[in-house]
Every structure is written in structure tokens, then in C-alpha cells.
């Protein structure tokens, strides 16, 4: 493809009705480096799209008027930057043709009341109001099916996510995390503005700022006055330095496993900013569900994908109730049922082509829990306090330090109940019924009749839903996804999604 500068609307209009594919956006003020390339390569690596770069220095989000005269201007590098790194066509426009004066079109707007109010917001006024202004304008004439925005300016990622949802706008955000130089600072075109003694200090500040991750991953604390008094011994003029939630930006809570630590220095004349995410333990993934809904082949590929640790916690219920037909235990005696639950082993092996066995004191039963014989009574141990106790107690020691994807009936609200992300998968029954039929491994259930395998998934759906300890529910603030009509494949993008746009790819890669 030809590789295209536009300058005017008419021009974009006109380019934009001529493709044939969709169009990645990646907006910018220019004076690209490392962090701008970042965003290019990974929308040019990511699919087959058209890839738009804007290069608009825009005035609407200066503060000040020294800021936006001082914000270096480089058009000339930048376009043999964005086409050698991956662009298709560059959008220069003048800001006389984004905002006309006097155009009543042109819609200004105002950014998330909660989220500008804190951080960047509390000093730099009306500028996040500039940046929704200018992306949404920018959306509005370019319509791209994905928006390529940087993690380094963490605020203004989420305050966009929230207008686009707010204003229903059907994009996908792709965030790209910070670029660090060799001495740990983040890219940033304000960089250039910096003295050699400026970029030292800046240098001292993003290297605390690393340190500071490197400290919490061992006692999960900070010290923030402790941060402050170091900077201050190094003259560092701080404008905030906050640990906070980071996705509604207020103090950060006892149970918040993800925060961020997020600072703004003053050198010279430039103010810069930088953060770290701060994780006490890795991402968890929960995904409860009836029985049929797709969970097991599900939850392995986004393993699978997300290289996830995958705990199947329904498999350590068969395995139990396994072991309990195998060795006649009465399991309605506690007796009984105590002494086994002190000597038994349940784990699992994981194998490189996403295949898992479970073990239960030693046995590998993988194959033989999935028989009918063992679904007709799971539901039952299931519903056991002692049973459940253990097992949940087994499934936190695995899930300790995080980085895996649970299936199971209350991972969500009763096992990980802080987990980053929980899904509630279902389907209808006779979608869960066809399901059941066809799955080669549950090979009792070819040889029922249809309805009869309708009623046996009704009966366990109630007994499931209707126990007393950890029923089969839906958590607050689970998101619910019927899987009638969609592919597998559809199901684990869509969930994949949902996990990017919650956890930041800084914290992906650690
Ligand atoms: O992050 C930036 O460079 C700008 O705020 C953006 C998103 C290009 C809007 O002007």
C-alpha cells in the first residue's frame, strides 16, 4: 500500500471510504520515541488493518500557554518514524480544520468528574476535558476499529475508557505498556526539554518509583513518607506522589491486590510523570458455571493463551468422590470422613499441549472422574461442609500467589473472591444438554436419551443452586456470558478482552 500523509478532512474522508480494511488509530502530539513506536509495531503485529497515525499537538489540553509553545515540534522525523515503524497513512491536520471556531458541531467535552479529580486533574485544569474532546473528534472522523493508547499516561487511558463506554462507542482499546530508556525513565516527548542535570533527577525519581515495585513484591507495603524523605534529600520538587487504586484512582484498600504508585516531579520548567503497578500476588481468573457451559474446554484455552496456571476445581470433587467409591467410605460419617481428608493428596500435571491430569493419592484419574457413575454423586460430596472446607483450603494454597484461571461453582464468591476478573458462563439446557452429548470424554452421557440428559443437568442444576454451603451462583460482580450461538473460540477472545482491559500489560509481563 501506498504510504499516505493527510492533511485536510476531505482528504481523510475520502481515503477512509476507499479501504477495504478496518483502521487502527494511534493518536499522537508528535516528537515520537521509543513509547510511540511501541504502539505502532504492536497495532501493525497485531492484525491486517490499516494503520492511522495522527500526529495533532493539541491545544485544547495545555494548561499553559509556555507549555504548548515549548512542546517540541518534529513533523519531519516523525513521519519517517511512524512509516518506517509500521504506519500506512499519517494524519497531520491543522487545529484550525479539528476545531473551527465558531462550529457548532464540534462537541466539547468533559472528562469522568471522578476520575480527573485526582492525580494530573487536581493541578492541570480543563486538560483531560482537552483530551476526550480531541480522541472523540478524532474517533468521529476516522472510525477505527481499535485505538492504540500508551499505559505511561495511565489517567488519561482510563478517563478515555470510560467516555467510550460512557458514550457507547463500539472500539476496542489496545494499551501498550511504558517504555523504559536504559536508566529507567519512561519515554516521553518532555524529555527533550530536560537539562543533563534535570534528566538525573528524573532518573532518581523513576528509579525510587522501580524500587519502591521491588520492595513491595517482598513485604507488600510501602512507605510512602519514607519515598517522600528520599526524594527530598534529593531536591526533587514533587507535585504528588499517591498510592491509589488503580482503576478508580481513590485511596488505595487493604483488600486491593493491584495499586499503583504514581508520582509527578517538577524539573526545571517540565513536569513529568511516572508509576509503577504494585501486585501483591499475580492475576486470578474466575470462572463458575452450571454444569455444560462450556467451563472445562473454555478456562484450559485461556490458560492456554494467557499462560495461566488452570485449576479445575470441579475435577478435585470427582477425584473425591473417586477415591470415596473406591475405597466404600461412608463420607456421611464424619468420623470416616476426617480421618481420609487428613491423608489425602490431590495435584495436578500439567502437560505442554494444554492437556492436565489429576492425581488423587497417587492415581491418575483423569479419565474415569469424567463417568456418569461419579457425576450422579459429586453434587452430593459437593454439598459436604467438611469436604468443601478442605477443598477450598487446598485450592487457596495453589492459588496463593495468583497467575491462574479457576473454573468451578464458587470460585467467584466463595474461593477467590477477590479475583481480578470473574465470569459466570452459562447456556441454555438444551444448548448445555447437546454439549454434554457430543463431548467424547464424558462417555456416559452419549448413551443417554436427550431428555433424559436434559433432566439429569436440571436435577444437578438445582442441587447445585439450592445447597447450603457455597451454592452455584452468580457473584455481585460477576459478568455474565450466555455462550447459545457463540463459538468456543468467540467465548475465550471475549473473555481474553476482558482480561486486557482489566489488567495493565505492565503488570502482564512481570
Ligand atoms: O497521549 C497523547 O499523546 C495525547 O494526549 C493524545 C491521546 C494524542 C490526545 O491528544
Not at 436435577?459 to 450461538?485: C, H, Q, V
Request: net charge positive; with cysteine.
Amino acid at each position: 500500500m501506498k504510504k499516505l500523509i493527510i492533511r485536510k478532512i476531505e482528504e481523510l474522508e475520502k481515503w477512509r471510504q476507499s479501504l477495504k480494511s478496518s483502521i487502527n488509530f494511534i493518536p499522537t502530539m508528535g516528537n515520537l520515541h521509543d513509547g510511540h513506536q511501541k504502539l505502532i509495531s504492536t497495532a501493525k503485529s497485531s492484525n491486517s488493518n490499516t494503520n492511522l497515525v495522527s500526529i495533532f499537538v493539541n491545544p485544547l489540553q495545555f494548561d499553559s500557554k509556555a507549555d504548548l509553545q515549548s512542546y517540541p515540534k518534529t513533523f519531519d522525523k516523525d513521519i519517517e518514524i511512524a512509516f518506517s515503524t509500521g504506519a500506512d497513512a499519517i494524519f497531520i491536520p491543522n487545529t484550525i480544520d479539528i476545531f473551527p471556531p465558531n462550529n457548532k458541531n464540534i462537541i466539547y467535552l468533559k472528562a469522568s468528574k471522578e476520575l480527573s479529580s485526582a492525580l494530573c486533574g487536581l493541578t492541570r485544569e480543563g486538560h483531560f476535558d482537552g483530551v476526550c474532546t480531541v480522541v472523540y473528534r478524532f474517533i468521529k472522523l476516522i472510525q477505527p476499529k481499535n485505538l492504540y493508547l500508551g499505559e505511561k499516561d495511565w489517567q488519561q487511558l482510563l478517563i478515555l475508557k470510560n467516555l467510550i463506554e460512557e458514550k457507547k462507542i463500539k472500539i476496542n482499546i489496545v494499551s501498550v505498556p511504558t517504555q523504559r530508556d536504559s536508566d529507567g525513565v519512561p519515554f516521553s516527548s518532555r524529555n527533550k526539554l530536560l537539562s543533563k542535570k534535570d534528566r538525573k533527577i528524573l532518573q532518581f525519581f523513576s528509579n525510587e518509583l522501580i524500587h519502591s515495585k521491588k520492595v513491595f513484591k517482598k513485604n507488600k507495603k510501602i512507605d510512602l513518607k519514607q519515598i517522600t524523605e528520599r526524594l527530598d534529600s534529593k531536591n526533587i520538587s514533587i507535585e504528588y506522589l499517591e498510592h491509589l487504586n488503580p482503576y478508580n484512582l481513590k485511596k488505595v484498600q487493604e483488600e486491593d491486590n493491584i495499586s499503583i504508585l504514581a508520582g509527578a516531579i517538577n524539573c526545571g520548567k517540565t513536569r513529568l510523570i511516572d508509576h509503577v503497578f504494585l501486585m501483591k500476588r499475580n492475576p486470578i481468573i474466575a470462572i463458575d458455571g452450571p454444569a455444560g457451559s462450556g467451563k472445562s474446554t473454555i478456562t484450559k484455552l485461556i490458560a492456554k493463551e494467557l499462560n495461566l496456571l488452570y485449576l479445575d476445581t470441579g475435577a478435585m470433587y470427582r477425584a473425591l468422590s473417586w477415591l470415596f467409591i473406591k475405597e466404600k467410605i461412608d463420607y456421611s460419617k464424619e468420623s470416616e470422613l476426617n480421618k481420609i481428608l487428613k491423608n489425602v493428596s490431590i495435584i495436578f500435571k500439567s502437560y505442554a499441549h494444554s492437556h492436565q491430569d489429576v492425581f488423587i493419592n497417587n492415581f491418575c484419574v483423569t479419565e474415569e472422574i469424567r463417568s456418569q457413575e461419579i457425576s450422579s454423586i459429586v453434587s452430593k460430596i459437593s454439598s459436604i461442609k467438611e469436604i468443601r472446607e478442605f477443598l477450598v483450603t487446598e485450592q487457596r494454597k495453589i492459588g496463593e500467589s495468583g497467575g491462574l484461571v479457576a473454573e468451578g461453582r464458587d470460585i467467584g464468591t466463595t474461593v477467590f473472591p477477590y479475583a481480578e476478573l470473574k465470569i459466570y458462563l452459562t447456556a441454555s439446557i438444551d444448548e448445555r444438554a447437546k454439549r454434554r452429548k457430543s463431548d467424547k470424554k464424558s462417555k456416559d452421557s452419549q448413551d443417554i436419551e436427550f431428555n433424559k440428559l436434559k433432566e439429569l443437568i436440571k436435577k444437578r442444576d438445582f442441587e447445585d443452586s439450592n445447597r447450603k454451603i457455597s451454592p452455584l451462583m452468580k457473584a455481585n460482580d460477576a459478568i455474565e456470558i450466555i455462550t447459545d450461538g457463540y463459538s468456543i473460540n468467540e467465548v475465550v477472545d471475549q473473555i481474553i478482552d476482558l482480561y486486557n482491559d482489566k489488567i495493565p500489560k505492565e503488570i502482564q509481563m512481570q
